[in-house]
């Protein structure tokens, strides 16, 4: 029977230990938790709880602590979480099932980002072996050797720790803080620029973002090493060549990224909603329409899916729209309808598209279920006064 070892690094986490640490005690072996540096009785709660808490002197090293941790386990195979992640019920039930294997595989888990949505595959599960360590300050990432089975489970790590927008700020200044500190040492590492381009971006310094993103496309051997970056890389390329207003180099990129992996679909979902903006409607339903048929194929977003598809459906539907493909913007929407009842600009869409064909009752019917989903929608209100006064 192979055990399983739970490893926790956690700082002030007294508040979150019932909701992330507590629940899962009956479907491991082990816990072990790593306080570095708590003010707030958190290794004293984690020991009443049945974990084995050690103390590490933090050094702005997410990968030292958590090595740490494992140096601490004695199970066959461990699990990495933080305080401020929790595993639902359902699916910690199958933590112990899913070891029962040879030691030969790093099993992925899906990270659900809360309230924001957003989602990554992440490893956390594997074998726990001296050669299998994490390495980065910040981001840290699992490195093992090659060959090893890569796993997708169906566990699911929700992550809250996000959900406050002064410590999410917080979060974002120290990880900069020691990701520039690392970039120092490893000038020429492809993942720290990587991780420092999309730090630029959401801060919404384009310039910052496309200086550190030019240097990763430059790596050596960058897809060889890691094609998931390498691609969303190439995307962001393409992004923020239109956010700094180059439009024919965005629209080229984009286009090489769709021809050069036709499957990646969160390439076709930015093609199209950039062929949107820029009126190029039939390119914009004909991406919009391959995204929705093919799902994002990326193993991390910073929107749910779901934002993602309902985008999707209802743009197209516009697109089509305006294009008088009536038929198709129906269709389109008819799916919205089924997926987001009680999105409300679903039914403001479907309102306009009854409108531009004609068919007032239906028109009347869906801004009523549009009103009363959000009953002061401004355009709801317009198109319906308008229609009151034909």
């Not at 980065?136 to 959900?163: C, F």
Request: some cysteine; charged content about 25%.
């Amino acid at each position: 029977m192979q055990t399983l070892s739970l490893c926790m690094i956690v700082k002030n986490e007294a508040r979150n230990l019932a909701r992330s640490l507590e629940p899962l005690l009956p479907y491991v072996d082990e816990a072990v938790v790593v306080d570095t540096g708590s003010i707030d009785g958190t290794p004293e709660l984690a020991a009443q709880m049945g974990a084995r808490v050690s103390q590490f002197t933090w050094t702005n090293d997410f990968a030292a602590a958590r090595n740490f941790s494992l140096d601490q386990a004695a199970g066959d195979w461990v699990l990495w979480l933080d305080g401020d992640n929790r595993i639902p019920e359902a699916d910690a039930a199958l933590l112990k099932s899913l070891v029962q294997r040879p030691e030969d595989a790093i099993l992925w888990a899906t990270e659900m980002v809360e309230p924001d949505g957003g989602r990554l595959l992440q490893k956390r599960f594997f074998p726990r072996r001296p050669e299998i360590r994490f390495r980065y300050r910040v981001h840290e990432q699992l490195s093992h050797p090659p060959g090893l089975a890569q796993v997708i489970t169906p566990v699911r790590i929700y992550h809250w720790g996000y959900e406050d927008r002064s410590l999410r700020q917080a979060k974002a200044r120290r990880n900069l803080a020691i990701l520039l500190a690392e970039l120092k040492e490893r000038p020429d590492d492809f993942y720290l620029r990587y991780h420092l381009t999309r730090h630029h971006f959401f801060a919404g310094e384009m310039q910052e973002a496309w200086g550190q993103l030019q240097e990763v496309l430059a790596a050596p051997g960058l897809k060889a090493q890691n094609p998931e970056i390498a691609r969303h890389a190439r995307l962001l390329d393409a992004i923020l060549r239109d956010r700094l207003q180059d439009l024919t180099g965005a629209l080229q990129k984009f286009g090489e990224l769709v021809e050069q992996d036709p499957d990646y679909g969160l390439a076709w979902y930015h093609l199209g909603l950039f062929c949107f903006r820029h009126n190029d409607l039939e390119t914009a339903a004909l991406a919009l329409g391959r995204f929705l048929e093919l799902g994002c194929g990326h193993f991390f977003l910073d929107q749910p899916e779901e934002k993602l598809t309902l985008t999707a459906l209802l743009t197209r539907a516009q697109a089509l729209r305006r294009l008088s493909r009536h038929e198709e913007a129906a269709a389109a929407l008819y799916e919205a309808q089924r997926l987001f009842p009680r999105q409300p600009g679903v039914w403001l869409e479907t309102a306009v598209l009854a409108r531009a064909c004609a068919d007032f009752g239906n028109a009347r019917r869906a801004l009523d279920a549009c009103l009363a989903l959000r009953p002061r929608f401004r355009q709801a209100q317009a198109l319906l006064a308008e229609m009151e006064g034909l």
